[in-house]
């Protein structure tokens, strides 16, 4: 394995050098040609045993030789003062390569090191005939000179056969009639050296194993890594052996205008003046032009390939001369071609779908988009092409939510996030965003919640400034639906980042955080940067009052953009516009727009029970009293009269209509007409929150809408003993928990049956906690604010700091018990 050169030694490289001296041990490569007579003579000059059998454990101050790639395995734990090359750690760089060749000129070096690949083997080659490429493997000197690196002679024959090849795969051996056996044993050598996806000769050695490789056999080889996406190896295959004809037609099947003008300067190149004629080469020379920026060019030569084609690539000249057509202006022609590439099977249609799509996007015929985006989304499914699946469903779920058509945009995103995960986490990222973004105008705040938290959990989300500028966007987007307007530009004035999609997104999110805030002078100078936006920028420019609603409305129905329409017809609300939102609102379930102040006068447009239910009536008992309904805040405060107030709560609570003489009795015993001052709250109720709330029947008063109170929360989670809920409702458990606090006297038979209700919801919650956790005490202590004489929550509390050792809390617990027993009994 060892040699010694008939020229002066190299010098081990600086790089190396450096990891060997702070070594104690080292492991030499397998490789052949990997500087072993170098690594030989350091570990010499530094009083080191050299040796081709494994060292024993813990010794130190060793090059070990290894024989074959398996002999490796004997070494199982090394330390970490051990150093394990390989020969890729051997290469050399130009400056080490320049030093070991004196005799040559500047130019010399450069060109042998380029042909060599830094291959150390090559050196002597290089040094007695100055050059080391393909031309130098010909000459009778350099097989002498590389005699020991070749493979012995029970290998040759195979390892002629496999020299074909650029790249080595067990497939590629397949095709060229090598046996398994063969390929291992060299590998196992160290004849080949390890490449991405397989093995490789260095070059120099190839050429010399194979001076004029058989055109059959480098089909056959080309072919095999065809199969395996290893094109630029079958390219390189083919060209080695001058195959032009494959070579032509695997580089119209593999090469795209957008790897760029050098790449595909690159293949072309090296392509004969002969065969520059085909009319694949015609297509590749489209390509390069497209590349360079020559669009017109790019179309002749597309066009004058095209008749002569056939299969994908007349699918792929077909759909690159449509993009070509496209940027030119040439609309019909490249929706012609677009049609003409997706009609075939496989990428090419893929492509060409996804294209038309994007096309007919822009030109607003959204029925034909989508129907070649489901096309692209099969094509790319039957080629087995799942990221570009995911961006072809991305796109769909995306064109479906720019239509407002939000139910039909969630499968498509749920199916590209599927695709996406687990190895795209940045796009998936992005879906959980769009989903977030679909979920929250139908009311599904919790799930969109949910998105935004699975989006921030995947890695990198938060960590790169775009991803996370989108992030924070689709927060304050959460934090609009919510009314939340301050919280919304907390987020967006987080958002730092250069993509000026992102700034324009931004923008007009701030624009309306502003608006919604009373501040229309902020919200104008935050519009401009969203200018970009179009039809969305106009609107909310419209909202502000700087420009009529009726053209934003008409572009919008025009454009399918359901939402904006929704939002430009409330804005404006005319009779006719209230009527037209509210179907479009029930047709496509946006039940969020039901809950903002601008819908609020489509209430009184609900005329039947499946209307009303779309209005319900939130009541909150529990602290501070308050009411919602249809995009109204209503607190005490804001009523009339208290005994008004009273009365809504009592009708919310009631689980049955209640008789008006009994109400009238009850909230107004000493009027001289107690059912005229009823009557009077009645209509001050529709006075507070615009729209008729009490229906009156047969003597009976009753809520016309439905009543989600906190109340009928607590007590259906408490009786499906639902401690998620629980918690919830309960939260921050710490606070005072107190029922009708702003209407004691008036509702005082509703406070109680709330106040036990709301003993027992605190009492089970408190169970539910982990014994020996804060949280366990907190909700103890919430139980006994809520109940200063429940002395069974004391007894818990008491037992729950000495089982922590806190006797100075338990005794001061003790005695504020019996106070508590006092008072119970006293």
């Given at each position: 394995m060892n040699r010694v050169y008939t020229a002066a030694m190299l010098p081990v490289p600086r790089a190396l050098l450096e990891r060997l001296l702070i070594s104690r041990a080292v492991v030499a490569p397998v490789e052949r040609g990997a500087l072993h007579t170098e690594l030989t003579a350091w570990?010499?000059?530094?009083?080191?045993?050299?040796?081709?059998?494994?060292?024993?454990?813990?010794?130190?101050?060793?090059?070990?030789?290894?024989?074959?790639?398996?002999?490796?395995?004997?070494?199982?734990?090394?330390?970490?003062?051990?150093?394990?090359?390989?020969?890729?750690?051997?290469?050399?760089?130009?400056?080490?390569?320049a030093a070991a060749l004196p005799a040559l000129s500047p130019d010399q070096q450069r060109t042998t090191h380029r042909a060599a690949g830094g291959w150390p083997g090559a050196l002597p080659v290089a040094r007695a005939l100055g050059r080391a490429g393909p031309?130098?493997?010909?000459?009778?000197?350099?097989?002498?000179?590389?005699?020991?690196?070749?493979?012995?002679?029970?290998?040759?024959?195979?390892?002629?056969?496999?020299?074909?090849?650029?790249?080595?795969?067990?497939?590629?051996?397949?095709?060229?009639?090598v046996p398994p056996e063969s390929l291992d044993a060299l590998s196992d050598g160290g004849w080949l050296w390890p490449a991405p996806s397989g093995w490789a000769y260095p070059a120099l050695l190839r050429a010399v194993l194979c001076p004029l490789p058989e055109p059959a056999a480098a089909r056959r080889a080309a072919h095999a890594l065809h199969g395996a996406a290893h094109d630029d190896a079958a390219l390189d295959t083919l060209a080695g052996a001058e195959v032009w004809d494959t070579y032509v037609d695997l580089l119209a099947r593999s090469a795209r205008a957008g790897h760029g003008e050098a790449a595909l300067r690159a293949r072309w190149e090296p392509l004969p003046a002969r065969w520059r004629d085909e009319p694949a080469a015609r297509y590749l020379a489209g390509l390069l032009a497209r590349a360079a920026g020559d669009l017109r060019e790019a179309d002749r030569l597309y066009s004058l390939a095209l008749p002569e084609l056939s299969g994908p690539v007349h699918a792929q000249a077909s759909n690159a001369r449509g993009v070509?057509?496209?940027?030119?202006?040439?609309?019909?022609?490249?929706?012609?071609?677009?049609?003409?590439?997706?009609?075939?099977?496989?990428?090419?249609?893929?492509?060409?779908?996804?294209?038309?799509?994007?096309?007919?996007?822009?030109?607003?015929?959204?029925?034909?988009?989508?129907?070649?985006?489901?096309?692209?989304?099969?094509?790319?499914?039957?080629?087995?092409?799942?990221?570009?699946?995911?961006?072809?469903?991305?796109?769909?779920g995306t064109l479906h939510f720019g239509r407002g058509l939000l139910h039909?945009?969630?499968?498509?995103?749920?199916?590209?996030?599927?695709?996406?995960?687990?190895?795209?986490?940045?796009?998936?990222?992005?879906?959980?965003?769009?989903?977030?973004?679909?979920?929250?105008?139908?009311?599904?705040l919790a799930q969109a919640h949910a998105h935004l938290q699975e989006a921030a959990a995947l890695p990198g989300t938060l960590d790169d400034p775009r991803t996370a500028g989108w992030w924070r966007r689709a927060r304050a987007s959460l934090a609009l639906h919510a009314a939340d307007p301050a919280q919304a530009l907390t987020e967006l004035?987080?958002?730092?980042?250069?993509?000026?999609?992102?700034?324009?997104?931004?923008?007009?999110?701030?624009?309306?955080?502003?608006r919604e805030l009373g501040q229309p002078d902020a919200a104008r100078a935050a519009l401009a940067g969203a200018a970009s936006l179009g039809l969305r920028a106009d609107l909310e420019a419209a909202l502000l009052g700087d420009s009529p609603l009726d053209p934003v409305i008409e572009e919008a129905r025009a454009e399918e953009a359901r939402l904006e329409l929704v939002t430009g017809l409330l804005g404006r609300g005319r009779p006719d516009d209230l009527g037209e939102a509210f179907d479009v609102i029930r047709a496509h379930g946006y039940l969020a727009l039901l809950d903002t102040r601008a819908a609020s006068p489509l209430a009184g447009l609900a005329q039947d029970a499946e209307s009303r239910a779309l209005f319900p009536l939130r009541v909150q008992t529990l602290g501070p009293?308050?009411?919602?309904?249809?995009?109204?805040?209503?607190?005490?405060?804001?009523?009339?009269?208290?005994?008004?107030?009273?009365?809504?709560?009592?009708?919310?609570?009631?689980?049955?209509?209640?008789?008006?003489e009994v109400l009238a009795e009850r909230f107004w015993p000493g009027a001289?007409?107690?059912?005229?001052?009823?009557?009077?709250?009645?209509?001050?109720?529709?006075?507070?929150?615009?729209?008729?709330?009490?229906?009156?029947?047969?003597?009976?008063?009753?809520?016309?809408?439905?009543?989600?109170?906190?109340?009928?929360?607590?007590?259906?989670?408490?009786?499906?003993?639902?401690?998620?809920?629980?918690?919830?409702?309960?939260?921050?458990?710490t606070a005072p928990l107190s029922v009708l606090p702003d209407l004691p006297a008036e509702l005082g038979e509703e406070r109680q049956q709330a106040e036990r209700l709301l003993h027992d919801a605190l009492r089970l919650h408190a169970e539910a906690q982990p014994?020996?956790?804060?949280?366990?005490?907190?909700?103890?202590?919430?139980?006994?604010?809520?109940?200063?004489?429940?002395?069974?929550?004391?007894?818990d509390l008491i037992r729950w700091h000495e089982a922590r050792g806190e006797h100075n809390h338990a005794e001061q617990e003790r005695r504020q018990r019996e106070e508590a027993r006092r008072s119970l009994h006293g």
């Amino acid at each position: 394995m060892n040699r010694v050169y008939t020229a002066a030694m190299l010098p081990v490289p600086r790089a190396l050098l450096e990891r060997l001296l702070i070594s104690r041990a080292v492991v030499a490569p397998v490789e052949r040609g990997a500087l072993h007579t170098e690594l030989t003579a350091w570990a010499h000059a530094q009083g080191w045993t050299v040796t081709t059998e494994l060292p024993e454990p813990g010794s130190h101050r060793w090059l070990w030789l290894p024989t074959s790639r398996r002999a490796l395995e004997q070494l199982c734990a090394a330390g970490p003062d051990v150093l394990i090359l390989d020969g890729a750690d051997t290469l050399l760089g130009p400056e080490d390569w320049a030093a070991a060749l004196p005799a040559l000129s500047p130019d010399q070096q450069r060109t042998t090191h380029r042909a060599a690949g830094g291959w150390p083997g090559a050196l002597p080659v290089a040094r007695a005939l100055g050059r080391a490429g393909p031309d130098a493997a010909r000459h009778p000197v350099t097989a002498v000179l590389l005699g020991d690196l070749l493979p012995p002679a029970p290998l040759r024959s195979a390892a002629t056969r496999l020299a074909v090849s650029t790249l080595i795969t067990p497939a590629v051996a397949d095709a060229l009639d090598v046996p398994p056996e063969s390929l291992d044993a060299l590998s196992d050598g160290g004849w080949l050296w390890p490449a991405p996806s397989g093995w490789a000769y260095p070059a120099l050695l190839r050429a010399v194993l194979c001076p004029l490789p058989e055109p059959a056999a480098a089909r056959r080889a080309a072919h095999a890594l065809h199969g395996a996406a290893h094109d630029d190896a079958a390219l390189d295959t083919l060209a080695g052996a001058e195959v032009w004809d494959t070579y032509v037609d695997l580089l119209a099947r593999s090469a795209r205008a957008g790897h760029g003008e050098a790449a595909l300067r690159a293949r072309w190149e090296p392509l004969p003046a002969r065969w520059r004629d085909e009319p694949a080469a015609r297509y590749l020379a489209g390509l390069l032009a497209r590349a360079a920026g020559d669009l017109r060019e790019a179309d002749r030569l597309y066009s004058l390939a095209l008749p002569e084609l056939s299969g994908p690539v007349h699918a792929q000249a077909s759909n690159a001369r449509g993009v070509v057509r496209a940027m030119r202006g040439d609309v019909d022609g490249a929706l012609t071609d677009f049609e003409a590439a997706g009609a075939a099977r496989g990428l090419a249609a893929g492509e060409a779908s996804q294209n038309r799509a994007t096309l007919l996007i822009q030109l607003g015929r959204h029925a034909e988009a989508q129907s070649s985006l489901n096309a692209a989304v099969s094509a790319f499914r039957s080629a087995g092409d799942r990221h570009r699946e995911a961006h072809s469903l991305e796109t769909l779920g995306t064109l479906h939510f720019g239509r407002g058509l939000l139910h039909e945009a969630l499968p498509a995103y749920r199916k590209a996030l599927d695709l996406f995960l687990p190895d795209q986490a940045s796009q998936a990222a992005l879906v959980h965003l769009n989903l977030a973004e679909s979920l929250a105008p139908l009311g599904e705040l919790a799930q969109a919640h949910a998105h935004l938290q699975e989006a921030a959990a995947l890695p990198g989300t938060l960590d790169d400034p775009r991803t996370a500028g989108w992030w924070r966007r689709a927060r304050a987007s959460l934090a609009l639906h919510a009314a939340d307007p301050a919280q919304a530009l907390t987020e967006l004035g987080q958002v730092d980042t250069g993509d000026r999609s992102l700034r324009a997104e931004t923008a007009l999110l701030t624009a309306r955080a502003w608006r919604e805030l009373g501040q229309p002078d902020a919200a104008r100078a935050a519009l401009a940067g969203a200018a970009s936006l179009g039809l969305r920028a106009d609107l909310e420019a419209a909202l502000l009052g700087d420009s009529p609603l009726d053209p934003v409305i008409e572009e919008a129905r025009a454009e399918e953009a359901r939402l904006e329409l929704v939002t430009g017809l409330l804005g404006r609300g005319r009779p006719d516009d209230l009527g037209e939102a509210f179907d479009v609102i029930r047709a496509h379930g946006y039940l969020a727009l039901l809950d903002t102040r601008a819908a609020s006068p489509l209430a009184g447009l609900a005329q039947d029970a499946e209307s009303r239910a779309l209005f319900p009536l939130r009541v909150q008992t529990l602290g501070p009293l308050r009411f919602t309904h249809a995009g109204r805040t209503v607190q005490l405060a804001d009523f009339p009269t208290r005994k008004s107030a009273a009365l809504l709560v009592a009708l919310a609570l009631a689980e049955h209509p209640q008789s008006r003489e009994v109400l009238a009795e009850r909230f107004w015993p000493g009027a001289k007409n107690p059912l005229a001052s009823l009557q009077t709250a009645v209509y001050h109720l529709r006075g507070v929150f615009g729209v008729s709330l009490v229906a009156s029947e047969r003597g009976l008063l009753s809520l016309q809408f439905p009543v989600h109170s906190d109340v009928s929360a607590l007590r259906r989670a408490l009786g499906e003993r639902d401690l998620d809920s629980l918690s919830a409702l309960l939260r921050p458990v710490t606070a005072p928990l107190s029922v009708l606090p702003d209407l004691p006297a008036e509702l005082g038979e509703e406070r109680q049956q709330a106040e036990r209700l709301l003993h027992d919801a605190l009492r089970l919650h408190a169970e539910a906690q982990p014994a020996g956790d804060l949280r366990r005490r907190d909700a103890l202590r919430a139980l006994i604010t809520a109940d200063p004489l429940d002395l069974e929550a004391r007894d818990d509390l008491i037992r729950w700091h000495e089982a922590r050792g806190e006797h100075n809390h338990a005794e001061q617990e003790r005695r504020q018990r019996e106070e508590a027993r006092r008072s119970l009994h006293g």
